[in-house]
């Protein structure tokens, strides 16, 4: 077992996603999340041989796992796709009956695991930050039973007594839509929503319960059996480091402004230079 100070939060958050996973299981990612990705491929290369990756580049089906990349980032799916399906198709059919696995990144989540991914303040028209849209998530979120949530930066700004718009449902009291999401991991630590309300139940090494408290705009629960994440092995950061994600993109979800900026310049190079 490593030392908690040998890895970084990046890698601990995909071994906790990684960790959630089950051999035979579909599990879905989005566009731009590449923890969700490194998190799946780490799955797939440890206990999980057997899984599905159903992607929504390209929206497709694959049995394989590829290290991640940008500037190559189709191919390394559609190059290794069973099937391809259009958007709409994908987002209103397949993911409805198929049901996998998904993690999502809300820009606001409440206590009851509702979350926005629409825009940050109430002038629609003008808010203070445009997200990145709802995709196919108010689609699933409603059928979805396997809805998992990911924070790389845990703030009172994501975690907020009330949402400005609603795209993902979480717990609701009429059970007939949807489930809610079973689990979340930010940079601070693990949680599940028992009773259908946000709950803490492993703090990452380092943090307290009280910085958790002072992040979160909302009074959240605490496990009476309350744990400690359990760190990466070494074998674990060998591969998210030199076979799964050697560039650091999933690095970029932590970062903003001019720091990811060079960041994507220096991944783009060193891309470049490696498909020579």
Request: charged residues 25%; proline residues 6%; contains cysteine.
């Amino acid at each position: 077992m490593t030392t908690a100070d040998a890895c970084t939060i990046d890698e601990i958050m995909c071994v906790c996603i990684a960790r959630q996973v089950r051999d035979g299981e579909i599990v879905a990612q989005g566009l731009a999340t590449p923890i969700v990705a490194a998190g799946y491929l780490l799955a797939w290369h440890t206990h999980a041989p057997n899984l599905y990756f159903a992607s929504a580049i390209g929206q497709t089906l694959c049995r394989e796992g590829a290290p991640l990349g940008l500037t190559t980032i189709e191919s390394l799916w559609l190059d290794r796709a069973m099937n391809s399906f259009g958007f709409v198709q994908a987002a209103a059919d397949l993911l409805p009956r198929v049901r996998p696995k998904e993690f999502f990144r809300p820009g606001q989540v409440d206590a009851n695991g509702n979350f926005n991914n629409v825009a940050i303040g109430k002038d629609y028209h003008r808010p203070r930050l445009r997200l990145p849209g709802v995709g196919g998530i108010p689609d699933v979120t409603v059928v979805l039973g396997d809805i998992y949530l990911y924070v790389p930066r845990h703030s009172r700004v994501t975690f907020v007594r009330h949402l400005d718009y609603l795209s993902g449902l979480g717990h609701h009291p009429d059970r007939r839509w949807g489930r809610g999401p079973r689990y979340l991991v930010s940079d601070l630590g693990q949680f599940d929503y028992e009773g259908g309300r946000m709950r803490l139940t492993h703090l990452h090494p380092g943090v307290s319960v009280d910085r958790v408290r002072a992040k979160t705009g909302f009074e959240i629960g605490v496990a009476s059996d309350l744990k400690q994440t359990r760190p990466p092995t070494k074998r674990e950061l060998r591969l998210l480091r030199e076979a799964i994600d050697p560039l650091g993109i999933r690095k970029l979800e932590f970062m903003s402004g001019s720091a990811r900026r060079a960041a994507l310049r220096q991944i783009v190079a060193r891309e470049s230079a490696r498909s020579g």
